[in-house]
């Protein structure tokens, strides 16, 4: 009788096994029949996502400035081909252009004015050009001239209004003299980079009365506090990454700036301006990098002369032969919108002026010329000696690293 009891109690326990484990168990159809023991089974996503990595987006643009542009008229003449019966200033150019070609934005001084080649060709004091001199600054590379300096009234409001007309239909564009009223602040936008052009001048050779009071309110920028610090809050409302201001400035021949010149620049950074290029004074100025609201920003007083008769041989100065080429390199964060000078470059260059067949003249890298073996040995002693001095005297006034 015991050993029925057993057998029972043993078919109950087995029943109820059974039916505990088909109410526990999957369904064998739901069951996913591709995971073997062998597989490695993908974990629940977690509840808290991981923070998603965000890539930092970095654009750079490249900027590179020149001094003053002049044509006297040994140069007008140098560049006349009796053949041709035109003129050519191409190879005046020709050493440099790859420093200018290789820059995203290249600016500047254009000092004189393309009245028209039919009205004739003039020097000091009151220029007028040929208008293939414009042909080859472009041919060089240049994007941007300013034509705010005191040069700008040479042959009136018309020879002005020909020289904006002339740089356009060379394919640049120009900064300081306008055609018309509230032209709008010239923004370049390079890489993402939104690069903001003004530029100003002390004054128009007492030339102003060509004008009319209202022409002389848009048609020339003359150097006003009131009016910089209002255009650089203009620029900074259109969303401007980085300021540049061309100013022609100083006093001519000057190894140093004036207060004046040290004075306005400061103030002109902290008015919001990033980058300051002097020109005026026909000679290389010293350079110098201000921290202002934990950013660097970079003034350099004067270029000097990129090209010119201005020499030892003319005005007995031989530092008017000397000029400096400035490549910036900006570098702007997307992520928090910031940009800042990455780099800047200096690369000096010497005027050369010789005879071959007639006068020549071409601007010369001098460390290129002091380190190609092939483009040493173009120039004689004495032009070798005379730009290891120019590059001594110009490295003298920038910041070294």
């Known amino acids: 009788m015991k050993r029925v009891y057993i057998i029972v109690l043993t078919l109950i326990v087995g029943v109820f096994s059974f039916f505990i484990a088909n109410q526990l168990l999957p369904n064998p159809e739901s069951v996913n029949t591709r995971t073997s023991l062998h597989e490695e089974v993908e974990p629940l996503p977690s509840i808290i996502e991981p923070e998603e990595l965000i890539e930092e987006k970095i654009t750079t643009a490249t900027l590179l400035a020149v001094g003053d542009i002049m044509f006297h008229m040994p140069q007008v003449r140098a560049a006349y081909d009796p053949d041709t019966k035109a003129y050519d200033f191409k190879n005046v150019f020709q050493y440099v252009k790859r420093y200018i070609d290789s820059a995203d934005l290249s600016i500047a001084n254009f000092e004189t004015v393309t009245a028209g ?5 003039f020097g000091f004091p009151r220029f007028n050009s040929p208008e293939e001199t414009l042909k ?18 040479d042959q009136g409001k018309e020879g002005l209004l020909n020289t904006i007309e ?74 401007a990454d980085v300021v540049v201001i061309y100013v022609h400035w100083g006093n001519e021949y000057q190894k140093y700036p004036s207060e004046y010149q040290i004075g306005l620049g400061r103030k002109m950074i902290e008015w919001g301006a990033n980058i300051v290029l002097g020109s005026h004074p026909h000679v290389v100025q010293e350079t110098e990098i201000i921290n202002y609201n934990g950013k660097d920003n970079f003034i350099i007083y004067s270029m000097g002369n990129f090209l010119s ?55 010369l890298p001098i460390e290129d010329f002091l380190e190609d073996e092939e483009l040493y040995y173009k120039i004689d002693e004495v032009e070798i000696k005379r730009i290891k001095e120019s590059l001594n005297n110009t490295l003298d006034k920038i910041i070294k690293d």
């Not at 007995?316 to 800047?344: F, P, R, W």
């Open 309 to 363: 008769n201005q020499r030892k041989e003319t005005m007995d100065n031989k530092y008017t032969e000397d000029g400096i080429m400035v490549k910036i390199e900006l570098e702007k964060n997307h992520s928090n919108n910031d940009t800042i000078i990455k780099d800047i470059v200096y690369i000096p260059t010497w005027v050369r002026r010789y005879t071959n067949n007639g006068l020549k003249y071409e601007i």
């Open 117 to 121: 080649n039919e009205i004739g060709f």
């Open 136 to 153: 080859a600054i472009k041919y060089a590379g240049f994007d941007i001239l300013t034509t705010a300096n005191n040069h700008a009234l």
């Open 166 to 239: 002339v740089i356009k239909r060379e394919g640049m564009k120009n900064i300081g003299t306008y055609k018309e009223p509230n032209t709008q602040i010239l923004i370049e936008e390079i890489n993402d980079i939104k690069i903001a052009l003004l530029s100003y001048s002390y004054g128009f050779n007492g030339l102003e009365y060509t004008l009319t009071e209202e022409e002389l309110s848009y048609i020339v920028n003359k150097i006003d506090e009131d009016i910089i610090k209002n255009d650089i809050k203009i620029a900074k409302n259109l969303e």
